[in-house]
């Protein structure tokens, strides 16, 4: 084959021009710490990427569900707790009154400060996050108590549980169902029952010590319910330390996917580097003749 001064030519503008090609993947790779800047780069880290990416941004998902999480769940372990004092002050008024020393005003002045009891327990019923009612189901828009009605509403009308998405395929109970909390296994609700109290303490009629009895269930009951809350925090706090460890590990994954070498890719840029330079020296000889280097 006859090998041309303009086959030479063409061939070393070529070979440059893949050497600056080459060049600049480097000096993008150097100066992004990436191994690809577009798709067209490497399709399979690419595609890799955005499925890697995918993963960390349901994950990122799943740990802000989780804030809603432990906000509902804080919420009404406090409230619980603040509920567990009350009830502990009704029964030692009940026991205070069950005395027979006490005289008509003391029962009043007894009487007086179970209803506000009662009235404080209702605000406790009706506690909100946001603009979220936490005991009333999913109809967390009305509030479960309202004392004032007529007639009085001393019960939840939803007990529908709140699911929240914490993981792949895995949906957590994140309420305190407001029936059981507020009814228990008792006859009457927690509200109906301090009212009948109310009533014989002004009445001074009845056997007020009969009362522990109902009181103690309905004290116990919220401390069940408040376990129940317990045990379901503390799978939450592991559903969350997983996903702090698949975070931390989908972040590793595309970094090694993703991220350039920079110790190799400096290495790369400095070899092709002076590649390009002994290219040039080279074309530069080629292309010197003219034709009269020719004629001579």
């Known amino acids: 084959m006859r090998v041309t001064q303009s ?20 000096q993008d790779q150097l100066a992004t710490g990436k191994k690809i800047t577009k798709p067209s780069d490497d399709p399979v880290v690419a595609i890799k990427g955005m499925r890697y990416r995918t993963d960390l941004t349901e994950i990122e998902q799943y740990q802000r569900n989780l804030s809603e999480v432990y906000s509902w769940m804080e919420s009404s372990d406090s409230a619980l707790g603040d509920m567990t004092s009350a009830l502990q002050r009704v029964r030692e008024l009940t026991v205070q009154a069950s005395n027979g020393s006490n005289n008509p005003d003391d029962l009043k002045s007894i009487s007086a400060e179970i209803g506000q ?13 946001g603009n979220k009612y936490i005991f009333n189901g999913t109809n967390t828009t009305e509030a479960p108590i309202d004392l004032k009605a007529t007639p009085p509403k001393t019960l939840p009308a ?4 709140v699911l929240i998405d914490v993981s792949k395929g895995v949906k957590l109970n994140t309420n305190v169902d407001g ?7 008792g006859e009457n609700d927690i509200f109906t029952e301090l009212d009948n109290l109310v009533s014989a303490l002004n009445d001074g009629s009845g056997d007020i010590s009969s009362f522990l009895t109902s009181l ?6 919220v401390t069940s319910v408040r376990a129940d809350l317990g045990a379901r925090y503390n799978r939450v706090e592991l559903i969350d330390d997983r996903l702090s460890m698949q975070s931390i590990i989908a972040t590793q994954i595309i970094s090694d996917n993703e991220d350039a070498e920079l110790e190799k890719v400096i290495i790369d840029l ?3 580097e002076s590649v390009h330079r002994a290219a040039l020296g080279v074309g530069s000889r080629i292309i010197q003749p003219s034709l009269l280097d020719f004629l001579r």
Request: charged fraction near 10%; aromatic fraction near 4%; hydrophobic fraction near 35%.
């Open 7 to 26: 086959m030479l030519t063409n061939n070393m503008m070529k070979n440059l021009s893949n050497s600056y090609s080459n060049m600049g993947k480097l």
């Open 117 to 129: 009891i009662k009235d404080h327990i209702a605000n406790i019923a009706n506690t909100k996050i």
């Open 158 to 161: 939803n007990s529908n549980q």
């Open 179 to 185: 029936v059981q909390l507020f009814q228990g296994n």
């Open 216 to 221: 103690d269930a309905h004290a116990a009951n």
């Open 270 to 272: 400095t070899t092709q």
